[in-house]
């Protein structure tokens, strides 16, 4: 497949990130060890005031204070690709009879296009990583999932509290997450499917 070609050590992509699968939103490595995603909104602290700056500080402390496990905190920064969305503001042309909405979706095309050539437009995501380390030999995954599924509701009503908006990323975007994170260019263009997700995840592409 494309986007898991073989290098010269013949080693596939998946093997040299270490990814065993991805199984009911949880992803699966080597050692026995799981991870799940929560994305996450942000909060503008700027736009606060100082009084309410000091409730979100205090509140996101308590929040860390009371963590029984180790947290990974990921900000993603990319291009947002504004040519797929200038293509369907386009295409919505098709649809308009009147010609002065015709010449409006020209000129804010046209304005978009211009702006973007002189300025780059960045996407901001934000992620809370849960992991979670078998000791059993069993691997109960049953139970595995329990547990994790129970620190993610936990972690998501402390983070809703401090008004942050969360979402927990299903299987298909755990894989995407890292499909754009290593093909960023063929992302923008081709989007993964559920059907190519389910063979990565029977080890197809190996």
Same mark, same amino acid.
């Given at each position: 497949?494309?986007?898991?070609?073989?290098?010269?050590?013949?080693?596939?992509?998946?093997?040299?990130?270490?990814?065993?699968?991805?199984?009911?939103?949880?992803?699966?490595?080597?050692?026995?060890?799981?991870?799940?995603?929560?994305?996450?909104?942000?909060?503008?602290?700027?736009?606060?005031?100082?009084?309410?700056?000091?409730?979100? @500080? *205090?509140?996101?402390?308590? +929040?860390?204070?009371? /963590?029984?496990?180790?947290?990974? =905190?990921l900000i &993603?920064?990319?291009? !947002?690709?504004?040519?797929?969305?200038?293509?369907?503001?386009?295409?919505?042309?098709?649809?308009?009879k009147e010609?002065?909405?015709?010449?409006? @979706? *020209?000129?804010?095309?046209? +304005?978009?296009?211009? /702006?973007?050539?002189?300025?780059? =437009?960045?996407? &901001?995501?934000?992620? !809370?990583?849960?992991?979670?380390?078998?000791?059993?030999?069993?691997?109960?995954?049953?139970?595995?999932?329990?547990?994790?599924?129970?620190?993610?509701?936990?972690?998501?009503?402390?983070?809703?509290?401090?008004?942050?908006?969360?979402?927990?990323?299903?299987?298909?975007?755990?894989?995407?997450?890292?499909?754009?994170?290593?093909?960023?260019?063929?992302?923008?263009?081709?989007?993964?499917?559920?059907?190519?997700?389910?063979?990565?995840?029977?080890?197809?592409?190996?």
């Open positions: 497949m494309w986007f898991l070609t073989k290098t010269n050590s013949k080693i596939s992509s998946r093997r040299q990130i270490d990814i065993k699968e991805v199984k009911e939103g949880i992803l699966v490595l080597p050692n026995h060890e799981y991870r799940m995603i929560i994305e996450t909104s942000s909060v503008n602290l700027e736009l606060k005031s100082e009084d309410e700056q000091d409730v979100l @500080i *205090d509140s996101f402390q308590n +929040f860390l204070n009371s /963590l029984s496990i180790s947290l990974q =905190i &993603r920064v990319r291009e !947002v690709d504004i040519d797929s969305y200038l293509e369907k503001i386009q295409e919505s042309k098709t649809h308009e010609q002065a909405y015709k010449s409006q @979706i *020209d000129n804010y095309t046209d +304005f978009v296009a211009k /702006l973007v050539s002189k300025n780059k =437009i960045l996407q &901001r995501k934000f992620y !809370v990583i849960i992991p979670y380390q078998s000791s059993s030999r069993g691997n109960d995954f049953r139970l595995i999932k329990e547990h994790m599924y129970l620190q993610r509701d936990i972690i998501a009503r402390s983070l809703e509290k401090i008004g942050m908006k969360t979402k927990v990323l299903d299987s298909l975007e755990v894989l995407d997450l890292f499909y754009g994170f290593y093909n960023p260019s063929q992302a923008k263009t081709q989007q993964l499917k559920n059907d190519v997700t389910q063979n990565l995840t029977k080890g197809i592409y190996d």
